[in-house]
């Protein structure tokens, strides 16, 4: 299994994921579809944040969840807040360790989320929005 993958599993574990799953489809990765949806995409990054004497490293992987939601007061709001309690999940989650199973050699150590989210309207004639935020997988790499 992929990073990519097992982030895409990860997240998808996540109380405010799973509550609008009524609403939409699974996240998908590097795939926003034209209607509500939810995305992992893969953002190029410099990996190495730090080679060890022994050949261990720490490795970040860099990644937007983006989503299309409808636009409107309302659901901006609801945007928003989404954003806001995902970024502390993902927090609560480096605090407790309860994070990504990476595969062998590989053990997750942070995540975190280090730009907040940006909109903007892409569509006029449905009007919807796409909202992404920034975040990294800090990992230990054998």
Same mark, same amino acid.
């Given at each position: 299994? #992929?990073?990519?993958? /097992? ?31 939810? /995305?992992?995409?893969?953002?190029? %990054? *410099? ?6 004497? !022994?050949?261990? /490293? ?8 983006? /989503? ?7 659901? !901006?709001? *609801?945007? %928003? ?12 989650? &480096? ?22 989210? &940006? %909109? ?7 009007? %919807?929005?796409? #909202?992404?935020?920034?975040? !990294? ?6």
């Amino acid at each position: 299994m #992929s990073i990519i993958e /097992s982030i895409r599993d990860f997240i998808a574990t996540c109380p405010f994921i799973e509550e609008l799953d009524t609403m939409f489809p699974p996240v998908n990765v590097d795939k926003l579809e034209p209607e509500p949806s939810y /995305s992992i995409e893969s953002v190029p %990054s *410099d990996p190495i944040v730090k080679r060890c004497i !022994n050949g261990d /490293s720490i490795r970040r992987v860099t990644f937007y969840l983006c /989503s299309r939601n409808l636009y409107g007061a309302e659901e !901006n709001l *609801d945007t %928003s807040q989404f954003y806001e309690s995902f970024a502390d999940w993902l927090e609560d989650c &480096t605090r407790t360790k309860c994070l990504p199973a990476l595969g062998d050699g590989q053990t997750a150590r942070a995540i975190k989320q280090i730009r907040t989210g &940006t %909109s903007m309207i892409v569509r006029q004639h449905m009007p %919807s929005i796409r #909202s992404s935020a920034n975040y !990294n997988i800090i990992k230990k790499e054998r």
